[in-house]
């Protein structure tokens, strides 16, 4: 990369870092590319779901040049003393398959894509809950349909679905069928029995008059809800 080149890139990646830390209180190689135009707003997220094999596959910047941008980020913040924290990545998929980044499979530039960045002036409990927060896989997420499908794998259809890449899937042919739906309404009950379901998926539909998808409730596994209702009968009995 030429001196002057690269000088015009570490600027925008220290502008885009100092952004996202004074936002957020931390930053990572994936802020700073969505600030400078890297990553469309969406490409997060549709990796997540499994319509890239890996984040680079969403931009059409050269890895090398990726590359050079995630060491001059890292030099960045070592200068300003940042406190470096390595987080997973898990797949917003039944599966939560492991994350890949970039198109290489590199240990050293996968680890470079990981790691987020924390201001020192925070407590060592609250940069704990920051990388906790990071670490955390998303929350699958089913459709209550409007319109007739059929799944992709087996040809079904059902009350619910959910996307993937091919298309709608039913909860049988993803392994989520044996869970219960759990109306909204008690943010209490929905809270414990999240807690306590080692699988659980938000359910939600879609609403033509505020043109947006809705909360309708949870799936979560019965016998995880069945404890947490029978808690809350013995202490109603107490």
Same mark, same amino acid.
């Given at each position: 990369m030429a001196r002057k080149e690269r000088g015009t890139l570490a600027e925008r990646i220290a502008g885009a870092a100092e952004a996202a830390l004074a936002a957020q209180d931390c930053v990572c190689?994936? !802020?700073v590319m969505e600030r400078i135009g890297w990553l469309y707003p969406e490409a997060a997220k549709h990796w997540r779901v499994g319509q890239f094999e890996c984040l680079e596959d969403a931009t059409r910047v050269n890895p090398s040049r990726i590359l050079d941008a995630m060491r001059l980020f890292q030099i960045w913040a070592e200068a300003k003393g940042l406190? #470096?924290?390595? $987080? +997973?990545?898990? #797949? /917003? $998929? &039944? @599966? /939560? @398959? $492991? %994350?890949?980044?970039?198109?290489?499979?590199d240990a050293a530039i996968e680890r470079m894509y990981r790691t987020?960045? #924390?201001? &020192?002036?925070?407590?060592?409990n609250q940069? #704990? /809950? %920051?990388?906790?927060?990071a670490? /955390?896989? &998303? !929350?699958?997420v089913v459709i209550q349909p409007l319109n007739d499908w059929t799944c992709h794998k087996c040809g079904g259809t059902g009350g619910l679905l959910i996307m993937e890449v091919p298309g709608p899937a039913c909860l049988r042919c993803v392994g989520l069928d044996d869970l219960e739906f759990l109306p909204g309404g008690d943010a209490l009950l929905t809270r414990r029995a999240k807690a306590k379901s080692a699988r659980h998926a938000v359910v939600v539909r879609f609403s033509k008059n505020r043109r947006r998808y809705?909360? +309708?409730? %949870? %799936?979560?596994? &019965? +016998?995880s809800l069945a404890e947490v209702r029978r808690q809350f009968e013995e202490h109603e009995v107490d």
């Open positions: 190689c994936i !802020d406190i #470096a924290n390595e $987080t +997973q990545y898990v #797949a /917003r $998929t &039944p @599966q /939560r @398959q $492991t %994350l890949r980044f970039s198109r290489s499979g987020h960045w #924390a201001s &020192p002036s925070l407590a060592e940069r #704990a /809950r %920051l990388t906790e927060k670490s /955390r896989a &998303p !929350d699958l809705e909360r +309708q409730g %949870l %799936l979560v596994e &019965p +016998q």
